[in-house]
């Protein structure tokens, strides 16, 4: 599976972005997904995660209420829609795709086994 991540940019606080990851290779049906972002001097955090039917969800605290994850099994995609963005949340955002045998989402990073390269979000203040 290789993973094409795309959507970020410069945006003033309270804006809104939507990302979007496109698969190719392979199907996403198998998978658990999701988002991580890694900030400058900053270790990868987890942001969110979807569950194989799009029907379990994940956020981080520091998201919740404020970013959503979907995915279109269709289109092969996993979008995270992000409102009310902060300057804290300026990070290089990637998407990630971790296979499952059960419909549950996935948190941890080190059991992603694809990963997409990234896109950068930087919201002024």
């Known amino acids: 599976v290789q993973l094409q991540a795309s959507g970020g940019g410069l945006v003033q606080t309270g804006e809104s972005l939507r990302l979007s990851c496109a698969a190719s290779?392979?199907?996403?049906?198998?998978?658990?997904l999701g988002w991580f972002r890694q900030a400058p001097g900053k270790e990868r955090e987890f942001v969110a995660a979807i569950s194989r039917s799009g029907g379990r969800t994940n956020y981080a605290d520091s998201v919740k209420g404020r970013f959503t994850i979907s995915r279109d099994s269709a289109k092969n995609t996993v979008s995270l829609q992000m409102n009310s963005l902060k300057p804290e949340d300026t990070a290089v955002y990637y998407c990630?795709?971790?296979?499952?045998?059960?419909?549950?989402?996935?948190?941890?990073?080190?059991?992603?086994?694809?990963w997409g390269q990234g896109t950068l979000v930087t919201v002024s203040s």
């Open positions: 990630a795709a971790a296979f499952v045998y059960y419909d549950t989402t996935v948190i941890p990073g080190n059991e992603y086994y694809y």
């Open positions: 290779g392979r199907t996403f049906s198998g998978y658990a």
